[in-house]
């Protein structure tokens, strides 16, 4: 089976979770820009974040045979730094830019502010202006009333729907985003937010259209292989080998191909050469590199 995550923050994982990841499957990761626990203080501090994020990432990912790309945003819980939030805005046209971004994210609502709203916009509308598809975070508190005022501001933006993607769903709110043209994601997490079991009953409720699984993968207690577990369980339930991959392999792909930077067809595991640098640097420590 082949797999692709398509919300897993690598920079907090290690390379024995890319290893893991590959032997699972996992041939393809996007990695959203997000907050790193600690508030940034600063504006620079995002130049050197965004980065990694275009350089040495999708080169410790390549090291290990997974493709990385990734999405460019500032996050809700960030935003509410007024003046941070201004300058980062004036950084991302250019990161938008890089043949690795396939989407403006992950945006949204955290507490729900009239800062957070603001930099959402903003950002919708940025996506708007490169072309780009937009990966949409829902609140962790008062989800449906997120949910419920990021759609509306979807349609106030005029962002065509079929560019944004809603994440975070469950069974409550997943039914709002059903009556919209937006795809409809999922992080499946240990403990919280979606189990395997569960999004296998909302699969066989609603449907595989425009359906995305994440693990949404980070610094905190997490799982970068629920993806492939995910699959399993959908195998176990009685779906079949074409629909697991078409939700866990095609749908993510499909949407973030409306970038023009990713695509089905090209969708192939890297092989691994770790005899290569990034910057004079390497992810062996001096163990004896792979090459394939």
């Known amino acids: 089976m082949r797999y692709f995550d398509p919300h897993v923050h690598m920079l907090s994982r290690t390379t024995d979770d890319y290893e893991n990841m590959a032997a699972a499957g996992i041939i393809g990761v996007v990695e ?12 620079a501090t995002f130049i050197d974040y965004y ?4 350089g040495w990432e999708p080169f410790r990912a390549s090291q290990f045979g997974i493709r990385h790309f990734c999405t460019m945003g500032i996050n809700p819980k960030e935003a509410n730094n007024v003046p941070m939030a201004t300058e980062v805005m004036k950084l991302l046209p250019r990161y938008c830019e ?16 009239d800062a957070e709203e603001r930099f959402f916009a903003e950002q919708m509308e940025l996506a708007k202006e490169m072309g780009l598809p937009v990966l949409i975070h829902t609140p962790h508190r008062d989800k449906v009333t997120g949910t419920e005022r990021s759609i509306a501001l979807v349609r106030e933006v005029g962002i065509d729907e079929e560019l944004v993607i809603i ?12 009556e919209t043209g937006c795809w409809r994601g999922h992080s499946v997490y240990p403990f919280t937010k979606m189990s395997e079991e569960r999004m296998v009953a909302l699969l066989k409720q609603y449907g595989t259209e425009k359906m995305v699984v994440n693990s949404a ?7 970068p292989l629920k993806v492939p577990k995910t699959g399993e369980a959908m195998l176990a339930s009685g ?19 409306q970038s023009g930077r990713i695509s089905l067809e090209e969708m192939s595991r890297p092989s ?12 062996l420590r001096g163990q004896t590199p792979v090459i394939e």
């Open 98 to 113: 890089k043949d690795a971004v396939v989407a403006v994210g992950e945006i949204g609502y955290d507490d729900i502010t």
């Open 239 to 257: 779906f079949s080998e074409t629909e697991v991959e078409k939700v866990l392999f095609e749908n993510p792909i499909n949407f973030y191909a």
């Open 32 to 43: 959203p820009a997000f907050w790193q626990g600690q508030p940034r203080t600063q504006a």
């Open 51 to 54: 980065d990694s994020l275009v």
């Open 272 to 283: 691994i050469d770790q005899t290569k640098l990034w910057e004079e640097n390497s992810v």
């Open 217 to 223: 993968a980070d610094w905190g207690r997490s799982d």
């Open 167 to 178: 994440d975070h769903l469950n069974e409550i709110t997943l039914p709002l985003v059903l």
